[in-house]
Nanobody
């Protein structure tokens, strides 16, 4: 089994900052991509940022320049530093990992966290 423990969400005023963390544990041999997604009320879940095991990053246009994704491979942890937050960033933020369960697994598996609420007040 795999566990993803997300933390760092909360209520912040516009212009403020938050840092999300997501720590993976359990039956994991290695993790490829790690990422953050978000879902606002009445909207579809959307990509916020992803990072590969080698450190390559990808961001949604709406957060580029304000959010920074990073990871610590030895801790199986991914972070999302969110600066200059806007009310439209309000959403439930989900962590996702793509991992191999065994050394010789033929395919990677996606696993989602439970989500953490981020609310930005105007």
């Amino acid at each position: 089994q795999v566990q993803l423990v997300e933390s760092g969400g909360g209520l912040v005023q516009a212009g403020g900052s938050l840092r999300l963390s997501c720590a993976a544990s359990g039956s994991i041999f290695s993790i490829n991509d790690m990422g953050w997604y978000r879902q606002a009320p009445g909207k579809q879940r959307e990509l916020v940022a992803t990072i590969t095991s080698g450190g390559s990053t990808n961001y949604a246009g709406s957060v580029k320049g304000r959010f920074t994704i990073s990871r610590e491979n030895d801790k199986n942890t991914v972070y999302l530093q969110m600066n200059s937050l806007k009310p439209e960033d309000t959403a439930v933020y989900y962590c996702k990992i793509r991992y191999y369960k065994y050394r010789y697994s033929s395919a990677a598996v996606d696993y989602w966290g439970q989500g953490t609420q981020v609310t930005v007040s105007s």
